[in-house]
Each structure stands twice: as structure tokens, then as C-alpha cells.
């Protein structure tokens, strides 16, 4: 591994340290002359500032030199482990364009008991100074209270925050984790355990109220540097050290020096701020370290508060594990003051030795610290109670929902009041119940947030009855309506509209004066609301009637090839026309085809109203789709109407004998002429037998008197069949000549009619 390459000592006169507080707790006032020969009082505010905190002897001063190319002292190991930097240090770095602080370790022998006044003070000095604070720390102190200085930095947070919130400047909290090996906890793991542990001393510390919630890295940035042990793995250690310092020296902005970190201090008035700083700190009583009794009375009051705090903490823990699951703590308002005030006895009884001033602090931070958790914890019960109650509402109210649509519209003001007004008076009890009887907690918010949730409900409640309540009329009116207009298209009279429309109005006015105006008013509704739910029932009428002609429009073209058919095979009375030649069947094509084409002018729009023609609505089938149904039409009736020409064209041709016909009957029938014209009662049948054809003739009622001959004639042959069942073999002939002779017979007539038999 190449070994990184380091800053040089520079000349003495360009980079010599000074002391800045020595250990008197003094502020030397010679920086300006040092800053001058430095070169910096001329930067304006290119510069940066970055100090180090860090236990005694742990190598602070070391790292500093190899990160910034200073000549700060360091302990000699060899000689003794014993103080080497005393009070403050001062020194530039060009590279980095910084300023170097050594700061006098922590915990040193030398200052004993007082050791803590310094470590505060010039701490939370570094800390107003410095866009970056390096702490340097052990790796496995990583955990340790005093050893990683917590209890400093948890005062030197407080003391910032009161001293300087109004700054808004951030700060680079910077942890140097030494001695660091592979074969210990992970980096990974360490560095976490320190941001949780800021975290829990950040929301330890009493803030004002704009900072309640607030956390560290609102002010702070917090950044982890893991170097291996200097002396077992040297190597690892520099090049670490060598890539920290490159971070140091990089003016990219992706270094370790930000923006956001400039405290905007001039250089030619930083000695004067540092000093104003100094002066401050001095003068402030808060900072300044109490008497031993004090001392022992800090530490001793908020040992008692922790362990006191510690069964509240975890019973609050578990009756929040409760009401997150959905559980009601009972009688939460009366257990948690007792459980306060139990702690707070518990306080008070070993605390009583201790001074009073610092006693009551403490006092007063637990039970604010103890009530914080009752007031969320209530809140939190609030809430729960919110849902429960809600969840309940709607319970009930999907009882509500299993009556008919029509049925719920009618019921619905009366059943939804009732339940509201129960489920908010329960949840008043029960958080009257949960609250505790010495503080001014309040419900009312969480009951008007409760009222507003359970008037949501009940208006989506009702836009769902109200939805399924026209549907029920639409169902109703179908049930209704559906019969007497599938009656009124099987029929499709010229009356069929008239009889539908009087039907519609007659079943709107029904429902709207009947069930709508019952629905109207469990429903507690407007007169808009009454007159927009008329208009639906209307359109849902409509909507049925027009539901039918539409699935009857499939058989349209079928009917009105019948009713062609009825008209132009059929006469008035329902008897098949016979095609003779004097039968105008042109002028029945034209009748027939136009009553079909009245089928589809009555299908073609609802005629509901008397302007129905300028309604688009009331189109149910399109011009297109009309003129398709008609060319349709006209397809299916002009092979009728051919074959019927056809029919009578054969007829004529039927009944046409030749002429030469009549001279051979006269011949050949002479003797039957002169018997039946010398037989007055042959003359006088033969005579009516003529009358009786030429009747039926000029009547065009060959086919029904031709279907009644034949009927006839096959009931006489199966009579003749029965009476000869008995004959033997030998009378088969007979039969079967009387079979012939009749067909001959029936053959005959069928000829002189002039129809088939």
C-alpha cells in the first residue's frame, strides 16, 4: 500500500500555535497579532474553524498534526501518561484554509475535582466556534457515559440551544472512533449505536416549546470516522488519516467543510467574537460548575427520576401496546394519576436530602416528563375510542342496510339520528372516563372531529339509499309497466302509445304521491332533492318502456313480414284468398306492405310525449337502422309477392278449356243430356248443383268448399274400411275398387271446383 503523503511542518513563523485560553481560564488577547502573521486577517470569510474534544492522552493532538500539518505537542509515552495541552491551542492550516483548535482533554488528574468547570466551558466555547467539532473517542468507550463524554456533550447541547438558537447555524459533529479492529463490533454497528445514542440525549434535554419536536440534526450534522489502531496496523491508520485529510483540504463542496456549517464571522473580528463568546460563557450561571452539593444533588435527583420513571415508562409502554391493538385502557384518566402521583411520592421521599433548588427542577421534569406520556397516551385513547365508536356506527347501521331499498329511505332519518346521537353520547362517557381529574385536558376537539366522521358516514349512508331507492322505483315500475307494455308491442295497435303512455303517467304518479313522498320525507329531503328524485322516477319509467321496445326490436323485421302476410294473404275475415284472375294483387301488395312499414314508424321513437319527434332521447332506432330494417323488409316480401303473381298466373291457365273440348262432351254425352232434360227432378238438381258452383265460384271459395268435400270423402272411405273389417281375402277387391271409385270421384269435384284436393 502507498503510503499517503502529508501536509509539511511549515516555517515556524507561518504555522507556530499560540495559546488562545490558557488554564486560568484567561482569554490572551494577542490572536490578532498571530492571525496577521498567519496571513488570515485578510480572508474575509473564506476560513473555517474546527476543534477537538476528546479525553486526555487519547492521541487528540497527534491527529491533528497529521490532518492539518500542525505542531501541536504531543505526549511522549516513553516519559509517562500525564497532561500534555493545557487551556486552549490555536494554529493555522492553509491547506484546509482552517483554523485548528486543541482543546484540553477531558478527565484529567491534574485539574481532579474542578476538571468539569473547564471541559464545559471551553466545550461549548469550541462548540460556538467551530464549523466542525471532532470528537475523539475509543472504539470500544463507544457505549461508556463518562469514557465517551456523554454527560459533557449533553450539556454543552442544552447550554448551545438556550445560548445560541437564534444563530440558525448548523454544526459538523465529527466522531474520531480510534484503536478500531476488524475483528470488533462493525463500524457499521458502532457509528449507529452513537447517532441513536445523540438522539436520545438530544430528546432528553428540555427545549423550548418551538424546538419541542425538534431533533439533533435540525442543528447538528453528524458524521463517523473509523481509524485503526496507530500502532498495530500504522499503515491502515495513515491511509485512513491521509483520506480524511483529503476530505479536509477539499473545497468542492462535497468535502468535510459546507456552507451551511459558516458561522459568517469576518476575519478581522474573530478575535473580538471569540472573545465576546468567551466573556459570555463566563457570565452565564448556568454554565458556571455548582458547589460539590449541587454536583451530588444533579446526579443523585436524576438517578432517582430515571429509576423512578422507569415501571411508569414501561406500564404506559404496555397500556400503549393495548389501545394499539384496539383495546380501551379502563378507567385510564384515574390509574395514570395514580400512577403519577405514586412516582412522584416515590421522588420525593429520597430526593428530600438534596438541595431544594435543584431537587424541584428535577421534580418538575419528571412530572412534565411523565404527564407528556399520559397526555399522548390519552390522545392516543381518544383516537382509538374515535374508531371504535365509528366502526360501531357503522355496525349497526349495516343492520340498517338489510331492509328493502324503499323501506330504508322511509326509516332512514329516524334510525340514523337514533344511533349517531348514542354513539357520540358513548364516546363522551368514555372519554370522560380516560381523562385524569388534575389535568385540563379536553375531549372536545376529538368529539367535534368524531360528529364530523359520523356526518360523513350518515351523508355516504344516505347517497347509498338514496342511489338504491331509485333503483327500487325502477324495479317497482318495471314489475309494473313491464307486462302491460310487452301486451301493448304484441298487440302493436295504431292505440298502442296512447294506452302506454296514460299506463306510465298513471304509475309515476302513483309512486311519486305514495312511497316517494314517504322516502321524501325519512330521508329529510329538500324540495330540490324531492323534485330531482320525481324526475328520476320519470326517467326510470322511461327507461323501462324503452328497455322493452329495445330487446323487441330484434323481432321487428319478423313482424312486420306477419303483418304483411295477415294483411295481404288473409281477407278481413281471416279466410285465405284465392288468387283469380280478377284479384287485384298489386293493389294488396301496396295495402300490406303498408301496414307493415306501420310497425316501424311505432317503433322507431317513444311516443311518450306530444313533441316526441324533436326529443333526441326518445330515438330508438337511428335513421340508419330504419332504413336498414327497410330494406330488409322489402327483401323479405318481394318473393311473396312474386309467387303470389305466380300462383294466379297458374289459376287463370287451370280453368281455360279448349274449345274443341265442348263439341266432344255434347257428342259423347248426348244420351245423359236428353235423360236428365226428360227427368224433371235431374233437370231441377243438375240445375241447383250448377247455381251452387257458379256461387262458390264468383265467391272465390273453391278452397274451403274443396277442404269440406274432402273431409267428407275420407271420412266415408274410413267407414267404408270399417264396415268391410270382416270380410275374408277374397272381398279385398271390392274394397279396393270402392277405394278407386271414390278417389275418382274425389278427383272429379276437385277439377270442376277448380282447387286440389
Known amino acids: 500500500m502507498e503510503a499517503p503523503e502529508f501536509p509539511p511542518v511549515a516555517a515556524e513563523n507561518d504555522t507556530a500555535m499560540m495559546q488562545i485560553i490558557d488554564d486560568d481560564y484567561q482569554f490572551i488577547e494577542s490572536l490578532p497579532a498571530a492571525m496577521r502573521k498567519w496571513k488570515f486577517v485578510d480572508r474575509g470569510f473564506d476560513f473555517n474553524v474546527v476543534s477537538i474534544l476528546g479525553s486526555q492522552s487519547s492521541g487528540k493532538s497527534t491527529l491533528l498534526n497529521l490532518l492539518f500539518g500542525t505542531t501541536f505537542p504531543e505526549m511522549d509515552a516513553h516519559i509517562g501518561r500525564q497532561q500534555t495541552t493545557r487551556g486552549l491551542w490555536i494554529a493555522p492550516c492553509h491547506e484546509a484554509a482552517a483554523l485548528v483548535m486543541d482543546v484540553e482533554g477531558t478527565d484529567s488528574k491534574e485539574r481532579g475535582e474542578l476538571h468539569m468547570n473547564f471541559e464545559r466551558k471551553s466545550a461549548l466555547f469550541s462548540l460556538a466556534l467551530s464549523e466542525v467539532l471532532m470528537v475523539n ?23 448551545h440551544l438556550q445560548l445560541f438558537q437564534e444563530e440558525g447555524c448548523r454544526t459538523l459533529l465529527l466522531f474520531v472512533l480510534r484503536d478500531h479492529s476488524k475483528r470488533m463490533t462493525t463500524a457499521e454497528l458502532l457509528t449507529g449505536s452513537l447517532r441513536k445514542d445523540m438522539e436520545n440525549i438530544w430528546s432528553d434535554l428540555v427545549k423550548p416549546e418551538k424546538f419541542k419536536n425538534s431533533s439533533v440534526t435540525d442543528f447538528f450534522d453528524l458524521e463517523f470516522a473509523v481509524l485503526p489502531h496507530k500502532e498495530y496496523a500504522e499503515d491502515e491508520f495513515l491511509q485512513c488519516v491521509g483520506d480524511l485529510r483529503k476530505r479536509f483540504e477539499d473545497k468542492s463542496g462535497e468535502g468535510i467543510f459546507k456552507r451551511d456549517y459558516k458561522k459568517n464571522i469576518p476575519a478581522d473580528g474573530f478575535n473580538a467574537y471569540a472573545s465576546k463568546i468567551w466573556e459570555t460563557i463566563m457570565s452565564n450561571k448556568d454554565v458556571d460548575i455548582p458547589t460539590q452539593k449541587e454536583m451530588l444533588a444533579t446526579y443523585r435527583c436524576e438517578e432517582i427520576s430515571d429509576e ?63 404527564m407528556t406520556d399520559a397526555s399522548s397516551l390519552y390522545q392516543i385513547q381518544l383516537d382509538s375510542l374515535s374508531t371504535s365508536t365509528t366502526a360501531e356506527f357503522k355496525r349497526q347501521m349495516k343492520a340498517f342496510s338489510s331492509l328493502s331499498a324503499l323501506d330504508a329511505a322511509q326509516q332512514f332519518g329516524r334510525a340514523v339520528t337514533s344511533v349517531r346521537d348514542q354513539c357520540l353520547s358513548t364516546f363522551a362517557e368514555k372519554a370522560a372516563e380516560a381523562r385524569m381529574p388534575a389535568a385540563s385536558w379536553s375531549f372536545d376537539d376529538a368529539q367535534a372531529s368524531l360528529s364530523t366522521m359520523l356526518n360523513d358516514e350518515v351523508a355516504a349512508l344516505r347517497s347509498t339509499t338514496v342511489k338504491l331507492m331509485t333503483e327500487g322505483f325502477k324495479d317497482v315500475l318495471a314489475e309494473s309497466l313491464g307486462e302491460l307494455v310487452a301486451e301493448q308491442i304484441n298487440r302493436s295497435g295504431d292505440g298502442m302509445w296512447d294506452v302506454i303512455r296514460s299506463a306510465l303517467e298513471e304509475n309515476v304518479q302513483n309512486a ?69 284472375a280478377d284479384t ?15 310497425l316501424l314508424e311505432l317503433y322507431s321513437h317513444l311516443r311518450l310525449s306530444d313533441d316526441f319527434a324533436a326529443d333526441p332521447a326518445a330515438v330508438i332506432l337511428a335513421a340508419s337502422r330504419v332504413a336498414d330494417i327497410k330494406d330488409q323488409y322489402e327483401s323479405d316480401i318481394q318473393p311473396i ?50 247455381v251452387v258452383v257458379a256461387a262458390v265460384h264468383i265467391s272465390g271459395q273453391q278452397n274451403a268448399v274443396g277442404f269440406v268435400v274432402k273431409t267428407l270423402l275420407q271420412q266415408l272411405q274410413q267407414l267404408v274400411g ?21 278417389d275418382g270421384k274425389e278427383k272429379r269435384m276437385s277439377h270442376a271446383f277448380g282447387f286440389d284436393l
Request: aromatic residues 10%.
Open 512 to 580: 311519486c304521491s305514495t312511497v316517494l313522498s314517504k322516502c321524501a320525507h325519512g330521508l329529510d329531503a329538500s324540495d330540490q332533492e324531492i323534485s330531482d328524485w320525481t324526475n328520476a322516477v320519470r326517467a326510470a319509467a322511461v327507461g323501462c318502456v324503452k328497455e322493452k321496445m329495445t330487446e323487441s326490436i330484434r323481432f321487428l323485421p319478423l313482424k312486420m313480414v306477419k303483418r304483411f302476410e295477415s294483411t295481404f294473404k288473409f281477407d278481413a275475415n281471416r279466410i285465405p284468398r284465392v288468387w283469380t
Open 641 to 690: 309477392f312474386k309467387e303470389t303473381l305466380e300462383i294466379q298466373r297458374r289459376n287463370n291457365a287451370e280453368f281455360r278449356i279448349p274449345l274443341w273440348v265442348y263439341p266432344v262432351i255434347l257428342f259423347l254425352g248426348f244420351n245423359e243430356l236428353i235423360l236428365v232434360l226428360t227427368s224433371p227432378l235431374l233437370l231441377i238438381s243438375c240445375l241447383l248443383l250448377g
Open 722 to 742: 270399417n264396415m268391410a273389417g270382416g270380410a275374408n281375402a277374397e272381398g279385398g277387391a271390392p274394397r279396393r275398387s270402392m277405394s278407386s271409385a271414390a
Open 137 to 159: 473517542m475509543w472504539s470500544n468507550d463507544v457505549g461508556r457515559y463518562q469514557a465517551s463524554n456523554y454527560g459533557l456533550l449533553k450539556n454543552v447541547l442544552d447550554l
Open 584 to 598: 287485384d294483387v298489386t293493389a294488396l301488395f301496396m295495402e300490406a306492405r303498408k301496414q307493415g312499414e306501420t
Open 308 to 370: 423512578v420513571y422507569q415501571p411508569v415508562g414501561e406500564q404506559f409502554a404496555v397500556w400503549r401496546a393495548a389501545v394499539a391493538s384496539g383495546q380501551l385502557v379502563p378507567n385510564f384518566g384515574k390509574r395514570a394519576q395514580e400512577l403519577i402521583d405514586g412516582a412522584l411520592a416515590k421522588y420525593d421521599s429520597p430526593a428530600s436530602r438534596y438541595v431544594a433548588q435543584v431537587r424541584n427542577k428535577k421534580r418538575h421534569m419528571l412530572e412534565s416528563r411523565m
